[in-house]
């Protein structure tokens, strides 16, 4: 590395300590997410020609995870219109390009062995149709039925076996019990060095009955979960730089890092 670059490294590590300690900045940051949830911002993207149901902020830090984690493995759960899986599946179309590149060989993407696979109580007709005729789909599996179910979680760690780097995103059911029994089920696939992104962490953080048509709150949502799951799981860490680094992220306290 240059001295440029590491003056710039130096100088982006600064600058997101910083933000950790700068609470009005954070605060507004938080309000900002409020009022754009209220107003279904979320809802205006897509990925690829699929509505992803994502902050912008929360795909760029996907890209950072992938290309860091380099995984041949992304286990989701929650598929809604399949944008999620699209973009994972991209990232993995991306890392196999950049191998390719540097091995000097030509690929077939049909032969990639890197994979996304998405699990979803109510996988909707039309969804399945687009997901499976969309130019990824050759990257992406789709397993129907609750990410809870143990005859699920079994289909899901049969798939597993043999990746050797697997990163986990948790998107489906917002509750508590969901997202810990998700936790159980799934982190533990998680290889040494990735990540378990646990979604929408930030409902502990809005104002209660925010959310007055679905049955996850505050104290009731998925950062309850990770803070008790991460009290019995030492071998995890939240990665508190990614969220500084965002300040907009639907995920705080929820990138969570298994230690090497």
């Not at 699929?50 to 912008?56: D, G, K, N, S, V």
């Not at 489906?172 to 060095?193: I, K, Q, R």
């Not at 953080?205 to 009290?231: E, I, Y």
Request: net charge negative; charged share 20%.
């Amino acid at each position: 590395m240059s001295q440029t670059q590491e003056q710039f490294a130096h100088e982006r590590r600064l600058r997101i300590s910083e933000y950790a300690q700068d609470e009005a900045f954070q605060a507004l940051s938080r309000a900002w997410l409020q009022q754009s949830m209220q107003r279904k911002y979320v809802y205006n993207f897509d990925w690829m020609g699929r509505p992803i149901i994502q902050y912008p902020q929360d795909m760029v830090a996907m890209q950072e995870l992938v290309w860091r984690v380099r995984p041949d493995l992304i286990i989701e759960t929650g598929i809604a219109h399949g944008g999620s899986l699209v973009l994972s599946a991209s990232l993995l179309a991306l890392l196999d390009m950049a191998d390719a590149i540097e091995a000097g060989v030509t690929l077939d993407p049909r032969m990639s062995r890197r994979k996304v696979l998405g699990v979803d109580i109510d996988i909707r007709a039309h969804n399945r149709a687009a997901i499976e005729a969309h130019p990824m789909a050759s990257r992406i599996a789709m397993i129907q039925g609750s990410a809870v179910a143990p005859e699920v979680v079994q289909q899901v760690q049969d798939f597993a076996q043999g990746y050797q780097r697997v990163l986990v995103c948790l998107d489906s059911m917002h509750t508590h019990d969901h997202v810990l029994g998700e936790l159980n089920a799934y982190a533990p696939l998680v290889t040494p060095g990735s990540y378990c992104v646990v979604f929408d962490t930030f409902v502990e953080d809005m104002p209660p009955n925010f959310f007055a048509d679905r049955p996850w709150d505050v104290g009731n949502n998925p950062k309850t979960a990770v803070r008790q799951w991460l009290a019995a799981h030492p071998e995890f860490e939240v990665d508190t730089e990614m969220e500084h680094r965002l300040q907009v992220t639907v995920a705080p306290s929820g990138f969570l890092r298994r230690k090497a």
